[in-house]
Nanobody, 121 residues
Framework: QLQACGGGLVQTGGSLRLSCAASGLTFSRYGMGWFRQAPGKEREFVAA????????TYSDSVKGRFTISRDNAKNTVYLQMNSLKSEDTAVYYC????????????????WGKGTQVTVSS
């Protein structure tokens, strides 16, 4: 299972670091991703990292502001979010897909429970 944490309330321009800890799976075999869902909207892709960490991709809306990373020794994936904007407000979910780059909600093997991020002006 996946357990995400680190969300909270932050002012515009601030930073947060999300973490997602995995258990019960061979973490190093899974591509990991972060998605978010704002009220009334569909869940959307934010960032993804391959199982080895050698390939990373971001949505255009967060490129240059967010950084995804992973520590396979700790079975954890991170999302460092800087220069936060009000439009980043959403519930953030981590996802795992076996030997895949997780850029779509389809085919995800595991979802974590979301963590709320609220950016206030």
């Amino acid at each position: 299972q996946l357990q995400a944490c680190g969300g909270g309330l932050v002012q515009t321009g601030g930073s947060l670091r999300l973490s997602c800890a995995a258990s019960g799976l061979t973490f190093s075999r899974y591509g990991m991703g972060w998605f978010r869902q704002a009220p009334g909207k569909e869940r959307e892709f934010v960032a993804a990292i391959s199982w080895s960490g050698g390939s990373i991709t971001y949505s255009d809306s967060v490129k240059g502001r967010f950084t995804i990373s992973r520590d396979n020794a700790k079975n954890t994936v991170y999302l460092q979010m800087n220069s936060l904007k009000s439009e980043d407000t959403a519930v953030y979910y981590c996802a795992a897909d076996l030997y895949a780059i997780v850029t779509t909600t389809k085919g995800v093997d595991y979802w974590g429970k979301g963590t709320q991020v609220t950016v206030s002006s």
